[in-house]
Structure formats: C-alpha cells, structure tokens
C-alpha cells in the first residue's frame, strides 16, 4: 500500500465548529487531492495541490479551504461546519498529476449534527 | 457534474461467470482510469488507458477504449467472492499539466454470488 495516512478516521463534530482533516504521504509525491464521496454522486474534487504551498479549487470547494506548507501533508479546514458537509472524505496522491494513478487513503468518515 | 458514468449501476453474477462494466464519457480525455472501492475502504487503481490505446490487460482485466464513441468497458473474467466492490472509471479532462483532478463516475456496484 502507498504510505498514506488520513486522520482521523472518524468524526462528529457540532454545526459550526470548526474541523481540519490531516492527509500524511510518505512517498514523496508531488500532487494531493482532496474527494468527499456522498451517495448519489461518487466522488467529488474539493482542493488540489500541485506543490507546496500551491493549491486550488475544485468542483466543490465553497465551505473548504486547505494548506499545503510541507510536501507530505495536506489539511483539509472545514471553518464553520454544515450538516451538507457530513460526508467521507478521501485523500490521494499521484506522482505526476493526471497522467499516472492516483493512490487513495482509507478515509474519514464525518458526520455533523 | 460527473464526467463518467458507469452502466450498469448494480450487478450481480455468480462466481465463475465475466462481469462487464461500461463507461461513458463526455469530452475529450488525455486517459481514463478504472478503480476498485471494497465497501469502507479507499479506492485503489486497477488500470489506465490512454487515449491513443484501445485496449489493455492486466491479469483478468481487460479494458476497452473507443474514443469515437467515448466509451470504455471494463471485463472482470472468472470472477470470485473477492471481486465484489463498487467499480469507478475516472477520467482527466484537465490540462494535462497535473492540474484539477479526476472526475469519477457514480461506480457500478458488483456482486459475486458464491
């Protein structure tokens, strides 16, 4: 398995509080992405980084910002949490970006009442 | 909006017998991936494609491309318990320079019947 470690696994958080979910890398790839996966819809791009501390916008971005200062982690804020924003949420990584496999983390599963 | 959907949404077969899963798309694309997601779990790559090849094999999977009819298909032979999962093809219709991110389809759930 690609060293990929999302945290944590699992969340309930209150409407309005605010929430940051951590993707770890150990292989030292270039691009990160952040998914959330809802029935109905598959996955969804949230925010991307090519780099440190280059990032942008994906299909579903409002409501979500991210961070990227070193090459192994990528933080996904929520800054005032929504019941639409109960979801599981999946980061990847891939080496050259689109051109070559994206290899998926296990999950966080947050859940806001 | 999803750029890929994968037909049909759900089947279920018994073990032993080929599982086909179609794909289809909307716009140009530079590749198409497949994945498998086993439920609660990540998804995890099984094969890309690129534009310019029209089909590929990877152990019991072949996979399929016609870009005139923007469409791809995913064969399962001799399938087991094990390959029950949801199936997703992904495609990039992004720049081509790594940016934006894959578009998924809404998966096919497959079942293998012991």
């Known amino acids: 398995d690609a060293g990929i470690t999302q945290s944590p696994r699992h969340k309930v958080t209150e409407t309005g509080t605010p929430v940051t979910l951590r993707c770890h890398q150990t292989?030292?790839?270039?691009?990160m992405y952040w998914y959330r996966q809802d029935p109905g819809h598959g996955l969804r791009l949230i925010h991307y980084s090519y780099g440190v501390k280059d990032t942008d916008k994906g299909e579903v971005s409002d409501g979500y910002s991210v961070s990227r200062s070193k090459t192994e982690d990528f933080l996904l804020t929520l800054e005032s949490a929504t019941s639409s924003q109960t979801s599981v949420y999946f980061c990847a990584i891939s080496e050259w970006g689109l051109s070559t496999e994206a290899f998926f983390g296990q999950g966080t599963r947050l859940t806001v009442v | 909006s999803q750029q890929g959907e994968e037909d049909p949404q759900a089947l279920s077969i018994q073990e032993g017998e080929n599982a086909t899963m179609n794909c289809s798309y909307k716009?140009?694309?530079?590749?198409l991936q497949w994945y498998r997601q086993n439920s609660g779990r990540g998804l995890v790559h099984l094969i890309l494609i690129r534009s310019n090849e029209r089909e590929k094999h990877s152990g019991r999977l072949r996979v399929t491309l016609d870009t005139s009819k923007k469409s791809s298909s995913l064969l399962i032979t001799a399938s087991r318990a094990a390959d029950t999962a949801s199936y997703f093809c992904?495609?990039?219709?992004?720049?081509?320079?790594?940016?934006?991110?894959?578009?998924f389809g809404k998966g096919t759930h497959l079942i293998i019947q012991p």
């Open positions: 992904a495609t990039d219709a992004g720049s081509g320079g790594g940016a934006d991110g894959l578009t």
């Open positions: 292989e030292n790839h270039r691009y």
């Open positions: 716009t140009s694309i530079n590749n």
